[in-house]
């Protein structure tokens, strides 16, 4: 445990030493730092408590202590130093993940909860308890009100609780599954009764936005005529005034697509939007993103086929390795980008002007990083439809092999929420790394447990316990 703790402490001190003269600030950061109703209320609140400046202190040394927890978690309760060590190590070595412990976006803090959360049920797997699920929902509740994403975890918490359910008895595993739900919803339900208080009587979300943009993207049957003039406009927007992005994707080759639809589905939720929002233009923010939401959920209700494709691009996108620096993306992207200009919105949506080539660095080390991540994806999602079943058919499961399919289930969950209702941007997977993590280092640290017995008899060397 010492390791761990030097490890830490280590990485805490490392953090602080790397921070910039002052806190780094994103077009998303403005949100938070202006109380902006569109954005949950936990990470605002967080701000407003401590400072920017005490916001960046803080973030590296919350992670530090719930990496350190984590580690003592798979420490004392599977006897394995070095899984811990092993995974609470991978947890720090990403530079692109320790650069958000610097930055004013809600990430960091999220990743703290979610690593608390890990750590409550590598406890759970081996100690199931109705009294430890109610913290873990706690949390889960928390990470929900700095993130969404923490949403994608509440069927988590259920699952976790049906994979103990031959460990219970009696009307137990009813009483686990209450435990997991209500003060997840307790949590939720401070955050939006404070809501309208807190941004006086203004509150928001970016829903709208984000089903608008994706509405904009999908070919789908032309809406009904509609008496309301503004609904009607919005349908017409979306069905003509954005064509011409669908008519360019459409035609891109699969490698360019999935560049190109990350930048155009986030200008849509802005600046490719601008005219749709004029029609709105006195009214208050929250009443334009209701508006815009409605048109695009109903168009997307009607194309779920291509709703579907789209969130499969995202998704294959929140598991490749920085896309746009791949040579043959880059050749692909720039032939295309070529023969197609202009390109419809290009100053909007991809910062061009008239002329201006797009940088495009190259990277050879994504040819090699690629087979990892994608090995990684498909090993923790076989983990996680495992974990699936096991509940479902209340099989008994070995505690490490239920924290694998735990930790994997928390990480694809995520996922394919991000997948669903936002863009597939790789910040969003480092956003619940430390999931992964676990899942695949205590997969594999199963695996090899359960190969054990073959090896010792084709060997003849003595077995291990292997029991945890």
Not at 120 to 143: D, E, K, N, Q, R
Not at 361 to 374: I, W
Not at 443 to 454: E, F, K, N, T, V
């Amino acid at each position: 445990m010492a390791i761990v703790i030097a490890l830490c402490v280590s990485y805490a001190l490392y953090c602080l030493a790397m921070l910039p003269g002052g806190p780094i600030t994103t077009p998303d950061s403005a949100h938070y730092l202006a109380f902006s109703p569109v954005v949950p209320l936990g990470y605002p609140v967080f701000l407003n408590l401590v400072g920017a400046r005490g916001a960046v202190m803080l973030q590296p040394l919350l992670y530090a202590g719930a990496l350190a927890l984590l580690g003592r978690e798979i420490i004392r309760n599977t006897g394995r130093l070095w899984l811990g060590v092993t995974i609470v190590g991978a947890c720090m070595i990403v530079p692109q993940l320790n650069a958000f412990h610097g930055t004013i976006l809600s990430e960091s803090l999220f990743l703290s909860a979610l690593v608390v959360v890990l750590a409550l049920c590598v406890w759970f797997a081996h100690h199931p308890s109705w009294h430890l699920m109610v913290p873990i929902a706690t949390v889960v509740g928390i990470a929900a009100t700095l993130r969404r994403t923490g949403v994608a975890l509440l069927p988590v918490l259920v699952i976790m609780a049906l994979l103990q359910a031959r460990r219970l008895k009696g009307s137990q595993p009813a009483l686990f599954v209450v435990a997991a739900l209500a003060p997840f919803f307790f949590v939720l339900a401070i955050e939006q009764a404070v809501a309208p208080f807190a941004h006086g009587g203004a509150s928001s979300s970016v829903i709208g936005r984000h089903l608008f943009a994706k509405a904009a993207l999908l070919d789908a049957p032309a809406a009904a005529p509609s008496a309301d003039l503004l609904r009607a406009t919005l349908d017409d927007h979306l069905e003509t005034r954005y064509a011409q992005v669908r008519e360019l994707l459409a035609r891109a080759p699969a490698e360019v697509r999935g560049v190109l639809t990350p930048y155009y589905e986030t200008c849509l939720q802005g600046p490719c939007a601008d005219q749709s929002r004029a029609l709105m233009a006195t009214w208050p923010e929250a009443q334009q993103t209701a508006a815009m939401g409605d048109a695009g959920w109903a168009r997307m209700v009607s194309s779920p086929l291509a709703y579907a494709r789209l969130t499969a691009l995202h998704l294959r996108s929140l598991w490749t390795v920085d896309r746009r620096r791949h040579p043959d993306t880059v050749a692909a992207l720039a032939a295309f980008l070529a023969a197609n200009r202009p390109l419809p919105f290009e100053r909007e949506a991809l910062q061009l002007e008239p002329g201006q080539v797009m940088d495009l660095p190259v990277s050879t080390r994504v040819r090699y990083l690629q087979p990892v991540l994608s090995s990684i994806g498909f090993f923790t999602a076989a983990l996680a439809l495992l974990g699936v079943m096991a509940a479902l058919a209340r099989v008994a499961m070995p505690p490490i092999l239920a924290t694998a399919c735990t930790a994997a289930l928390a990480g694809h969950a995520s996922l394919l929420f991000t997948a669903m209702l936002a863009v597939g941007f790789s910040r969003f997977t480092l956003g619940v790394w430390p999931a992964i993590v676990v899942a695949s280092a205590a997969g594999l640290w199963w695996l090899g447990a359960a190969a054990a017995p073959y090896w010792a008899d084709r060997f003849g060397r003595p077995l291990r316990n292997t029991n945890f």
